[in-house]
């Protein structure tokens, strides 16, 4: 085994890949507080296989997809990634190759012809291939429109192995409970695989009608498993709604309040919410709308905070000080051990202004500097009190346990905090408003929890 892949296959493992993602794997699960997936029984053990999940969340997207995968997953992604050189040999290490957009250039779309015969190599190699359909990010829980590459690589891959064997399509339903920051859920589905062999036949008979046959298809196999709220005019009120109601309708079916069960009850909500606004009851729609804006309009903080103060707001509202106490103290070693990193990270973050991508920095960002901040802090330490290897090793590994692993539980505690502190300022009789306004509105939308 090389310890790089070889330029003209990049979809062979290397030493370099192997140990790159059983370190980013170990990151990964520090990163998340809860990590789940579904549907490993419907990813092919052999063939070509083509890996379409939705796109929300940057980088995040792909490590979901590939992290746990037995073959490497190569990726197409998008071409201004790759203007500096050494980023491009970087990028290409990790499996990425480019695909040019209309804003690159008329001119360099021309150059996707070579990246499209790559990418059906890497098919008829038997390799695993993941593109994002829809083309690019969006911070909206909705599937937006697919585009045409991945089927023009798909059945093109399929006319060049023929009919000994077939080239086959998973759809990937990512969700995430907060897209920025450390420390919330990651729900992954794979569904059911689509062989493409089934619409080689439309694509011999007209290429736009395979492809779009494909593409209705795969969008239909893709709303499935995410949550899809096509609703632009109450896109916010449905989303928050559906957070707001969960608890309340994990509690009715008696279902676990888990990662999992928190997607499926927010997904369900959100679709019957969204078939109540299309054709409403206007006195109901009226009164819920009522109580959900005493509610959100109270919330502090932006709508991704808005939202993570939905899940379970009754528990929060009802929290004790003494409990906001106890966690302060159990984080302050983690908030004090990481604030420079910290600070530096939201430095580098504000410089780009695209919300969607801080995650991925912050990702890579801890990946890279945490691990040598507790280092050089050991090594300090160890100078200082003249420790042995083993002692200064112990320290090292208390710094992970303690620091890394509460480090994920700020964001979300800082949140929380954040609602305590304004609920003090406020009139006394606010946190009782709240929590009646949220009594009235699982009332009046009791008829969306029957199963």
Known sequence: MFFFSSKKTIERSSLFY???RFYTRICFRCFYRNIYYTGWENIPKNGPVIFAPNHQNALMDALAVLLWQKKPVVFLARADMFKKKFIGHLLRLVKIMPVYRMKD??????????????????????????????GGQDGHRRLRPLVKGIFRIAFEAQLAVG?????????????YSEYEHAGSDLVVHFGET??????IGFYEQDPVLGINTLRDHLTGRMKSLIIDIQNTEYYEEIYALSRLLSPAYIRALALKNSAIDRFKAC????????KFFENPE??????????????????????EEKYCLSDDLRKKLKRKTAQYLFAALALTPAYLINWPVRKIIQAIIKLDK???????????????????????????????????LIKTSIFFLVLL????????????????????????????DLRARLISALDKLEDLCRDFFVA
């Open 18 to 20: 192997i140990l790159l």
């Open 105 to 134: 250039g008329y001119s360099k779309l021309t150059k996707n012809e070579q990246q499209f015969k790559e990418a059906s190599c890497v098919l008829i190699n038997n390799g695993y291939l993941c593109l994002m359909p829809e």
């Open 163 to 175: 009919k000994s064997r077939d080239v086959q399509i998973v759809p990937v339903g990512i969700d």
């Open 194 to 199: 689509m062989l493409v062999s089934d619409y």
């Open 267 to 274: 997904r369900r909500l959100s679709g019957r919410l969204e």
């Open 282 to 303: 206007k006195q109901k729609q009226s009164a819920i709308l009522k109580e959900f804006y005493n509610i959100y309009e109270v919330l502090p903080g932006t709508q």
């Open 354 to 388: 695209d919300p969607q991508m801080h995650s991925s920095y912050r990702f890579v960002l801890y990946a890279l500097m945490l691990p040598l901040w507790y280092i050089t802090l050991s090594l300090l330490l160890a100078l200082s009190f003249k420790w042995c």
């Open 401 to 428: 346990l303690v620091a890394c692993f509460g480090e994920r539980f700020i964001p979300a505690f800082s949140l929380e905090l954040r609602l305590w502190r304004f609920l003090q300022k406020q009139p006394s």
